[in-house]
């Protein structure tokens, strides 16, 4: 009953280290997204893709890339990562219809020290 | 001013009583509707969607006013398990397409 995997789940990085964060869901929806949530913010979309071959930048982009691998996986990829990258980093998918729930990964949390 | 507002709370209420949260949209043609829940350190998870007629999940009872442009979710009984944080999410239609936009949250707390 896996649903939306991400991992890794905890990770620390130096200022200017790179990373990707992978995501996979088995519930064969079309679209996928990656989240962000700090304190006070809410959850805000950094990357979506609406179905497989397709990325749409979210709300806050800058800093990050994204990969749609298949219709399986959406990796998230922090170049150069900057203290104000700290937080926690949500994969989630749906069906690409209005009305569809949203399903979310358990979550990677991202220190940049 | 935010696409989805929520008082952030803390809702302190005892066992047993009923508690009312609302939610605010800002986007008339918002298709959809949902409350999802939120436990500390974890992820979000759907409590119940929203329908125009309202609806009810055991305890919990949802409605939607398009005319004000807010949802409300009410919990009746409040036991300690329903210490949490619920997320408002609306799907607004834009461009035609479609994406979740998440309130920051309302927390409430139960105590015995």
């Known amino acids: 009953n896996a649903g939306v995997t991400q991992t890794p789940k905890f990770q620390v990085l130096k200022t200017g280290q790179s990373m990707t964060l992978q995501c996979a869901q088995d519930?064969?929806?079309?679209?996928m997204y990656w989240y962000r949530q700090d304190p006070g913010m809410g959850l805000r979309l950094i990357y979506y893709s609406a179905s497989e071959g397709t990325t749409d930048k979210g709300e806050v982009p800058n800093g990050y890339n994204v990969s749609r691998l298949n219709k399986r996986e959406f990796s998230l990829r922090l170049e150069s990562a900057a203290p104000s990258q700290t937080s926690v980093y949500f994969c989630a998918s749906s069906v690409w219809e209005p009305g569809n729930t949203i399903y979310f990964g358990e979550g990677s949390w991202l220190t940049v020290v | 001013r935010k696409e989805v507002e929520q008082d952030p709370g803390p809702f302190n209420v005892p066992e047993g009583a009923t508690v009312a949260f609302n939610c605010t949209y800002s986007n008339s043609a918002s298709q959809s509707f949902f409350w999802y829940r939120q436990d500390c350190r974890k992820e979000p998870k759907l409590l119940m969607s929203v329908y125009s007629s309202g609806n009810e999940d055991g305890r919990f009872t949802a409605q939607l006013n398009r005319a004000s442009q807010y949802i409300s979710l009410l919990i009746r009984d409040s036991k300690l398990s329903d210490s949490a944080t619920y997320l408002c999410?609306?799907?607004?239609?834009?461009?035609?397409?479609?994406?979740?936009?998440f309130g920051t949250g309302t927390r409430l707390k139960v105590l015995a």
């Open positions: 519930m064969n929806h079309n679209s």
């Open positions: 999410v609306v799907n607004p239609r834009t461009s035609g397409t479609y994406k979740y936009i």
